[in-house]
C-alpha cells in the first residue's frame, strides 16, 4: 500500500451552526489526488483516471439499526463504516479514490462526537488511498443516520462481478466468516456475563475493526484468477445464496475444508451455557468453568455460526482452478488468510454442506433481512 | 435536450422482503449509458467519457424535515427530491449521468408508496440523461429518509464554481426566488384559508415542481461568460452569501432590476391578511376580498420574500460584462427567464440593495440553517 495523506484528530468544542460545523469538518480533511473542486462548492469536480472504469457504491448506517452509542466509539464506528464500503470496492478489484458523506445529525449529539467519527473515516479511507471530496449535513430528530458513496477506480473492462462464476470453479473465502455475527448475536449477554470477556474478544474485534480485503483484492485481480466476487455483509449462506443466483449455478461447502476457528467454537460454547444457565446468576462463574456442551451439539453450532448472518467484510470468491495456485500465492504475499472451502456446481440455487463422513445436507444459515421479523 | 429511456410506471402491491423489494425497485429502471455493471452487484461499474471531469454531489431529504407525507404525493416527491441534485450538477454546468439512491425506510410505508417515489425519481433523471445505477436499502425506525448521490461530466476543466467572481462582474438570477420558501412560510395557513389557493398555486408549484436548469447551465457554459455560480437552495440571500465569501467579493442588487412577482406580492398580502385576520373566520373571505394593506408595507414585505429562505434551485451567476449579450441570447434561446439584478464590486461579504431613489440598505433576508434554533 502506497503512503496517503492521513485526517488530523479533532480537538473538542460545542456544536456550532451547519456552516461553522460543515467548515470545521471540511478544514480537517486530507487533500486527495485527483480532486480539481473539494467540498464547499455545489458538487465536488474529480478527475478520473484514463483507461479506468469508475466502481460507485454506497452505503448507509442508522444509529439503532447498525450501531448503539454507547457501544462503539466514534473513531471505531466511523473505520466501521469505511470498512463496510471499501468491501464493496475490493469485491469489484477496484482501488477507492474519492468518498461523499452525508450526515443526518440529531440534536443530542456534540461537535466532538461527531469530529471523531469522522476523523476514523477519513482516516480509514485514507489508508486506503481514498479522500472525503463532498457532502451534505441535514437534521435527523431521532437518530444518527450517515450515508457514504465511495467511489473507485478499476482497469477498464477488469472489474470483478457476482455473475462469472462457473460449475467447477473453486470456492474460496477469506479470515473467518460469522465472528461479527457472534458478536452481535452475544452483545447483550457479554455485557451481563464479564467474565468471558476474554473469550468474545476476537468477535467483538471482527466486529469492531473489520478489514476491507482492499489491496489483497487489487493484487488478486492482476491474476486474473477470480472469475466472480462478492464481500459478506449479509453472512456467508446469504452473500454466497447472491453470488450462485447471479451466476446461475450451485455450491457445495466441504465441512474438512473449513478452517478451524476455536472463537467461533467458544462463542457457541458461551451461547449453550446462556441456555443452560436459568437463574442461576451467584454460581454462574464456577459453572462457566465448568461446562463441557455435547461435542456434537458444540460443533453443530459452531459450524452454523460460520454460514449466519454476520457483516465481516471479508471476501467470497469463485477461483479458476487451473489458475488456484496463483490465487494461493498471492495470499501468501499479502499475509491475508485464504480457505478454498469447496467448489461451485451446476445445480442453480442449491447450496449443500459435505461432512466428513462424506454425507451431504443444505447449508445451514440465512442472510440479513432488515425487513424479516425476528 | 436529447431523448433519453425513461422509467415504467409501477403497480401497486404490498410491502415484500428485502431483496425482492429491491429486485422491484431496480427492475423497473431505465438502463443508463455507460453503464457497464448496473443495480445488483457490490457496486457500479460506469465508463466515463475520456476528456471529462467527474462532478459529483449528494442530497439527503429527511420526511417531516424537509417534507411532510400528507402533503407532497411520492411521486412529486421524487422529482423534487431528483431536482435538488439535479440542481447542483447545473450550478457546476455539468450533465447529470448516473445516481446512487439509499433509501432508508420505516414500516409504516407500502411498497407502493415507495416505488411511486421511485418512479417519479427515475423519470425526473432519466429527462436529463441520467440513470440509478445502484443504491441501498435500510430500515429507519421512526421516518423515510433518502440520500441521492448525483454524477455527471462536464468538459475537462470547465466546471463552474463558487469562486469565480471578480468586482464588476454582473449578478444574474433566473427564474423567480423565494417562491418556493413563500409557500412553506403560507403551507399550514393555506390549509386553513382555502379560498387563497389560487393565489397559492404558483408558490405551491415553484415547491412541488422546481425544474433544474440543466439544459440551460449547459448552454450558457458554452459561451464562457459565466465566472461563477452557485444553486438557490438555502434562498437568494444565503447562497449569495456563500458566493460571495468563496469569491472575496461584495455584491449590490439594484431594487429597480428585480423582476415584479405579481405571486410573491399576493403572497406578501395573504401574510400581512393572516397577521390581521384575529379570531374573525366566518368574516374571513369577505374581508380577504377587501383586504388592502398600505402599499409600503407590502412592497417591503414581497421584497423581503425574493431574498428569503427558499429552496428555488435556480441558479445566481456572475456574468462577465463583456460577454452579458451572449449570456442573455442564450437565455432566450432557452427560454429561460434571466434578469441582471446587479452586481459585484470589492467590498468583501457586504451586501447591499439599492433602491429606486439611490439609497442602499443591507439586503435584507438570511439563509437555511438546519441547526439554528427557530
Redesign the interface.
Known amino acids: 500500500m502506497t503512503e496517503h495523506p492521513r485526517a488530523r484528530r479533532p480537538r473538542r468544542h460545542p456544536?456550532?451552526?451547519?456552516?461553522e460545523?460543515i467548515r470545521r469538518m471540511t478544514d480537517r480533511l486530507p487533500a486527495g489526488e485527483g480532486v480539481?473542486?473539494g467540498p464547499?462548492?455545489?458538487?465536488?469536480?474529480?478527475?478520473?483516471r484514463?483507461g479506468y472504469?469508475?466502481?460507485?457504491?454506497?452505503?448507509?448506517f442508522?444509529e439503532?439499526?447498525?450501531w448503539l452509542r454507547g457501544l462503539i466509539e466514534p473513531d471505531a464506528l466511523g473505520r466501521r463504516f469505511a470498512a463496510a464500503n471499501l468491501?464493496?470496492?475490493a469485491?469489484?478489484a477496484?482501488s477507492p479514490r474519492?468518498a461523499?458523506?452525508?450526515l443526518?445529525?440529531s440534536a443530542d449529539v456534540d461537535a466532538a462526537w461527531l469530529e471523531e467519527f469522522e476523523y476514523g473515516l477519513a482516516d480509514a479511507l485514507a489508508a486506503h488511498g481514498a479522500a472525503v471530496?463532498?457532502?451534505?449535513?441535514?437534521?435527523?430528530?431521532?437518530?444518527l443516520?450517515f450515508?457514504l458513496?465511495l467511489?473507485?477506480e478499476?482497469p477498464?473492462?477488469r472489474?470483478w462481478?457476482?455473475?462469472g462464476a462457473r460449475p467447477g470453479d473453486l470456492l474460496a473465502v477469506t479470515g473467518s466468516p460469522g465472528r461479527a455475527g457472534a458478536a452481535l448475536a452475544l452483545g447483550a449477554a457479554a455485557h451481563r456475563v464479564p467474565f468471558t470477556a476474554a473469550a468474545c474478544e476476537p468477535l467483538l474485534r471482527a466486529h469492531r475493526e473489520p478489514s476491507a480485503r482492499v489491496a489483497f483484492a487489487k493484487a488478486l485481480a492482476a491474476t486474473g484468477a477470480v472469475t466472480a466476487?462478492?464481500?459478506l455483509s449479509d453472512g456467508f449462506r446469504g452473500d454466497l445464496a447472491?453470488l450462485t443466483e447471479?451466476s446461475g449455478v450451485g455450491a457445495e461447502i466441504d465441512e474438512t475444508l473449513w478452517p478451524r476457528d476455536p472463537a467461533l467454537e467458544e462463542a457457541a460454547r458461551l451461547m449453550l451455557f446462556q441456555r443452560a444457565l436459568g437463574g442461576a446468576w451467584p454460581r454462574a462463574r464456577r459453572r462457566w468453568v465448568r461446562f463441557e456442551p455435547a461435542r456434537a451439539r458444540l460443533q453443530r453450532l459452531a459450524t452454523e455460526l460460520h454460514f449466519a448472518p454476520s457483516d465481516d467484510y471479508e471476501l467470497l470468491l469463485a477461483i479458476d482452478p487451473a489458475l488456484e495456485r496463483k490465487a494461493i500465492a498471492v495470499a501468501q504475499a499479502q499475509r491475508t488468510p485464504l480457505a478454498i472451502v469447496g467448489r461451485f456446481n451446476d445445480a442453480p440455487g442449491v447450496l449443500t454442506l459435505r461432512n466428513a463422513e462424506g454425507g451431504t445436507s443444505p447449508l445451514p444459515g440465512r442472510g440479513w433481512?432488515?425487513?424479516?421479523r425476528r
Chains 1, 2 share one sequence.
Open positions: 456544536l456550532p451552526g451547519e456552516f460545523l480539481i473542486v464547499g462548492d455545489d458538487a465536488a469536480v474529480l478527475r478520473p484514463p472504469d469508475l466502481v460507485a457504491t454506497t452505503d448507509t442508522v439503532g439499526v447498525h468491501s464493496d470496492l469485491a469489484m477496484a474519492w461523499l458523506l452525508s443526518g445529525i471530496v463532498g457532502g451534505n449535513l441535514t437534521r435527523e430528530p431521532e437518530r443516520s450515508t458513496t467511489l473507485g478499476v477498464r473492462g472489474a462481478t457476482r455473475f466476487a462478492i464481500d447472491h447471479a433481512d432488515h425487513f424479516s
